[in-house]
Nanobody
Framework: EVQLVESGGGLVQAGGSLRLSCAASGFTFDDYAIGWFRQAPGKEREAVAVIIGGGSTIYADSVKDRFTISRDNAKNTVYLQMNSLKPEDTAVYYC?????????WGKGTLVTVSS
């Protein structure tokens, strides 16, 4: 069974940092891209960053130069290091993977950035 479990969210002041983790299980982790998405209150879910199996990365313009996505294939974990956080980064952050044509999501972790 494919599972994605996020952790690391919390409350932080503007300008602060958080590191989110996404622990994956149930599939050959190295072979698949994993992405971070977020959904703010009253807004649609949006892509934040994606990392493919080989390590290439893609970022949304809104988080470039502030967020870094990385993966540890030995631990089946993807990280999202978030620096210089802004109140507009407040959202539930979700981990996503498409495995053999099926879309899988974690339950999310809440990040709240106070001004």
């Amino acid at each position: 069974e494919v599972q994605l479990v996020e952790s690391g969210g919390g409350l932080v002041q503007a300008g602060g940092s958080l590191r989110l983790s996404c622990a994956a299980s149930g599939f050959t982790f190295d072979d698949y891209a994993i992405g971070w998405f977020r959904q703010a209150p009253g807004k649609e879910r949006e892509a934040v960053a994606v990392i493919i199996g080989g390590g290439s990365t893609i970022y949304a313009d809104s988080v470039k130069d502030r967020f870094t996505i990385s993966r540890d294939n030995a631990k089946n974990t993807v990280y999202l290091q978030m620096n210089s956080l802004k109140p507009e980064d407040t959202a539930v952050y979700y981990c996503n993977g498409e495995v053999e044509g099926m879309d899988y999501w974690g339950k999310g972790t809440l990040v709240t950035v106070s001004s």
